[in-house]
């Protein structure tokens, strides 16, 4: 029970020791996330549509 009770002792002091992000910077990151995310999706989706088209036209359906 010792060796519990100093782990959680350790790793409260190693989360004080931490810098946290700022709210705006928070939510600035979660934007920028976002929008990188739906670009990515948006050229994946176009690159599926294309070879789907591509594939189609090849086989003949």
């Known amino acids: 029970m010792n060796a519990v009770t ?10 004080k020791k931490t810098t946290w ?3 705006k910077e928070a939510v600035g990151s979660t934007v920028a ?3 990188l995310v ?3 999706a948006a050229y994946v989706s176009t690159i599926d ?3 789907s088209i591509i594939l ?3 086989l003949g359906r």
Not at 6 to 15: H, M, P
């Open 56 to 58: 189609g036209a090849v």
């Open 6 to 15: 100093q782990f959680v002792q350790e790793a409260y002091n190693e989360l």
């Open 33 to 35: 996330v976002v929008i």
């Open 49 to 51: 549509f294309l070879l």
């Open 21 to 23: 992000l700022s709210r």
């Open 38 to 40: 739906a670009i990515i």
